[in-house]
């Protein structure tokens, strides 16, 4: 099998970067490369010691002066919400009832659902994002649909069809009995079938019953090893009703606890209002709080603190996400943008190597696939993104005024979008400049 070489300058974390001078927490190469085979990324470094493992058929790919980077990762979204984004005003529950779940009924139909996974992978591949955990719709032909389109682009990706059997219209609920055994099928057909992922994905606790609720917990017990998804204090009217219909729990964690659904591979949506005893039982259980700034800004749910949550004394593991369809965009740069300025509105900063961190190797860490993606180590993956500051006439008049790699990395977190992804590698193939858009 053939070998590729990148040639750029490579950037690639190790740990969080306690501040913009915390060196030892990224690798960083002027002239840098990444040598590719098989998928996986088998040397890094600088071009010329890179270079000189290389084999003498490599194919050489010159990406100078761009940046190289592990592909940007998206921790939750809902793909068929590609035709909900941007509806006009309303907070969560009536924005739920009134545009997405009518929209999510169509995902009943194979073609349909097909079509937006399709389009929809295309749209995360544009943007820079190489891995996602996904929400589907009720329907498991929105989860079949999903991981074809998926493993046929070879990418990383974790999804579940969404189990809802309740306070939701006719066409989109199921039964506690149908979404054991739906999950179960697609947990058999699609879990570890090449790169695929599956997610164990109770839509919330307003949108499942009891039953279900023990039918989630069955599956978690049967599939200790998958991950599960959720959503978590987003809003006040959806905790105050979550409480109402399970008034034995003492808060709304204490739900999805009292059913075993915490966890290290537990992601919980949003996590906004959390009092200090749910913060501790999700920093105990090793729960991931999932931050979601622009779908928090667009409902008009609340500021995330995240740099409370990390510093608290028990902290706790954050990923960060689009929420399309809740959320605004689907670039992950254009996110952590609005998640800088929900961070200052609080008086805090998320300084760029930070941010870039929760990107790439936060992400990864937060879903548990850090010996995959996420890095450009040797041995990873070689899930990779090409970003160009100087993609539009703006940023390349600000890089004029620009002296170190933090500012640089600032301009294309502001200014940035998908115009800044020059190519998007998926398992070693270049799979952006394929797309012809
Ligand atoms: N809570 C339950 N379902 C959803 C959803 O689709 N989007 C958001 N933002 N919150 C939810
Ligand atoms: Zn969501």
Known sequence: MTETLLRGRTLTFLRWPETIDDHGAWRYEEDGALLMKEG????????????????????????RPHLLLPGLIDAHVHFPQMQVIASYGAELLDWLNNYTFPEETKFLNTQH?????????????????????????????SAEAFFAESHDRNMLNIAGKVMMD???????????QSSYDDSK??????????????????????TST???????????????????QTHLSENHDEIAYSCELYPQARDYTDIYARY???????????SIHLSEREADVLSETGSVVVFCPTSNLFLGSGLFDYQRYRAREKPLRIAAA??????????????????????????????????????????????????????????SEADIVVLDSRATSVMGLRMESINS?????????????????????????????????
């Open 40 to 63: 996986r990324i088998i040397a890094a470094g600088s071009y010329a010691e890179v270079e000189a493992k290389a084999g003498e058929t490599v194919k050489k790919i010159d990406h």
């Open 113 to 141: 659902s097909r079509r937006i996974a399709r389009l929809f992978l295309d749209e995360m591949i544009r943007h820079g994002t190489t891995t996602v955990a996904a929400y589907c719709s009720v329907h498991k032909e």
């Open 166 to 176: 309740r306070n939701a219209p006719e066409g989109l609920r199921d039964t506690p």
């Open 185 to 206: 099928a697609l947990i058999a057909q699609w879990h570890g079938t090449g790169r695929q992922h599956y997610a164990i994905t109770p839509r919330f606790a307003i």
């Open 210 to 228: 009891p039953a279900q609720m023990e039918m989630a917990q069955a599956l978690v017990t049967e599939f200790p090893d998958l991950h599960v």
């Open 260 to 270: 075993g659904l915490l966890g290290q591979r537990t992601l919980l949506g949003h």
């Open 322 to 379: 689009t929420d399309v369809g809740g959320g605004t965009n689907y670039s992950m740069l254009r996110t952590m943008d609005e998640g800088y300025k929900v961070i200052a509105l609080q008086g805090k900063k998320l300084n760029p190597f930070q941010s870039f961190w929760q990107m790439t190797q936060g992400n990864a860490q937060a879903l548990s696939v850090t010996e995959r993606v996420g890095t450009l180590e040797e041995g």
């Open 405 to 437: 790699l933090a500012e640089e990395l600032f301009l294309l977190q502001t200014l940035g979008d998908d115009r800044a992804v020059r190519e998007v590698y998926i398992a070693g193939k270049p799979a952006k400049s394929i797309l012809g858009v």
